[in-house]
């Protein structure tokens, strides 16, 4: 049974820093692009990172949090990570993490198979 679990939420201020955490389980996903997305209130899922397989040498971000968020992956671990920092009111949403591509497509959330049950952020101002 595969399982993707995100952790690393919370209340922060603005201008503060998270790290997200999503643990894979149920296979290995080393040959797996993964990403994060976020739905915000009365929202559409959003695109905010992605990373390539294996060495993870191509990363993508949304024109949003480009500068201010880092997507990274441990293999070992079967995990991958969102570093945000300088964070914003507007970056409170519940965190999404998504796992194997269906086709090419690392921003499009209709291309992930898998996906965990979100951890909420909660920037104040």
């Known amino acids: 049974q595969v399982q993707l679990v995100e952790s690393g939420g919370g209340l922060v201020q603005a201008g503060g820093s998270l790290r997200l955490s999503c643990a894979a389980s149920g296979r290995t996903f080393s040959n797996d692009a993964m990403g994060w997305f976020r739905q915000a209130p009365g929202k559409e899922r959003e695109f905010v990172a992605a990373?390539?397989?294996?060495?993870?040498?191509?990363?993508y971000y949304a024109d949003s949090v480009k500068g201010r968020f880092t997507i990274s992956r441990d293999n070992a671990k079967n995990t991958v990570y969102l570093q945000m920092n300088s964070l914003k009111p507007e970056d409170t949403a519940v965190y999404y993490c998504?796992?194997?591509?269906?086709?090419?497509?690392?921003?499009?959330?209709?291309?992930?198979?898998?996906w965990g049950q979100g951890t909420q952020v909660t920037v104040s101002s």
């Open positions: 990373i390539s397989a294996w060495s993870g040498s191509s990363t």
């Open positions: 998504a796992a194997h591509l269906l086709s090419y497509g690392p921003t499009r959330a209709d291309q992930y198979a898998y």
